[in-house]
């Protein structure tokens, strides 16, 4: 904050100059901001909260598991992005491990599909409407892995997609350790005509550390995070068709293996490959 005033102080005037301080401090308290365009939420009501600490199974109170190759071998297989995996709830493809959970893609030929891994909702046990949803990850790394943490509008099954909404709050592509992508899909502005923004680790990688991705998300604005890090902001001016981000989403973790965004794994993807998770928070 810059002042463009200065003040000359003589003795006899001291009471005068405190009083104009008490003044200034006042305006800076109310009105200092990084960002005067940005709103927040309130991060002090935790809602949710999976920190991974027992061992075995992810807990089937808030998760549930997606299994299987999405609609079938014909048209709109692999989930609808022409995905090569096979979901599974098995431990070598899921579970939580020394306070991670480790969801892990193998190659192997597993029910037709040549590769295995796992995918996680919450859909029916936990669902929010704003506030911050956060994740502590660490991301695999290769050719044609596709690692995402995000979530859908709770009422898919009466609208479909993309009228029910999606936010991508960590999309990322095994071969671009450096990126994360954050997205919203909707009528009018889904798929390749998604409205999306990239941010880019500086000297680092996110296969070799953990990393937080977060949004915090009220009626008219998704703000996207890295760390403590904004790097974008989507509001209902900058979609191309109905915003439908105003009623609960629930939460999905997986881990892909090919597909539309990131493309087949090559002989020098090496497998297995794991996406560990230390924690999964929400503040309302």
Not at 132 to 151: I, N, S, T, V, Y
């Amino acid at each position: 904050m810059k002042f463009v005033k200065e003040y000359t102080i003589k003795r006899r005037d001291v009471l005068l100059f405190s009083l104009m301080v008490l003044v200034v401090t006042s305006l800076m308290v109310s009105s200092c901001n990084t960002d005067e365009t940005q709103e927040v939420t309130t991060l002090t009501n935790l809602t949710f909260e999976d920190n991974f600490d027992v061992d075995g199974a992810p807990d089937s109170t808030v998760w549930n598991y997606d299994l299987g190759t999405g609609n079938g071998t014909t048209a709109g297989a692999g989930w609808g992005n022409n995905e090569l995996q096979y979901y599974t709830d098995r431990p070598e493809n899921i579970k939580v491990e020394n306070g991670m959970l480790h969801i892990t893609a193998h190659q192997e030929s597993f029910e037709g599909a040549g590769y295995t891994s796992a995918r996680i909702n919450t859909k029916g046990l936990f669902s929010q409407e704003y506030g911050r949803f956060e994740a502590r990850m660490q991301l695999p790394w290769g050719q044609g892995l596709w690692p995402a943490f995000w979530l859908l509008g709770d009422n898919i099954d009466v609208v479909s997609w993309p009228l029910c909404g999606e936010i991508d709050i960590m999309e990322y592509r095994g071969q671009e350790p450096t990126i994360n992508n954050g997205t919203v899909h909707g009528p009018g502005y889904s798929a390749a005509n998604s409205i999306t923004k990239q941010f880019e680790l500086q000297n680092d990688r996110f296969d070799t550390g953990f990393h937080i991705f977060g949004i915090e998300w009220g009626p008219n604005y998704i703000n996207f995070y890295v760390d403590d890090v904004l790097y974008n902001q989507i509001t209902p001016e900058d979609v191309t068709g109905d915003w439908v981000f105003n009623h609960p989403f629930y939460i999905i973790i997986n881990l892909a293996v090919g597909g539309n965004f990131v493309g087949s794994p090559t002989n020098q993807t090496v497998f297995p490959q794991t996406l560990l998770v230390d924690y999964v928070r929400v503040y309302q």
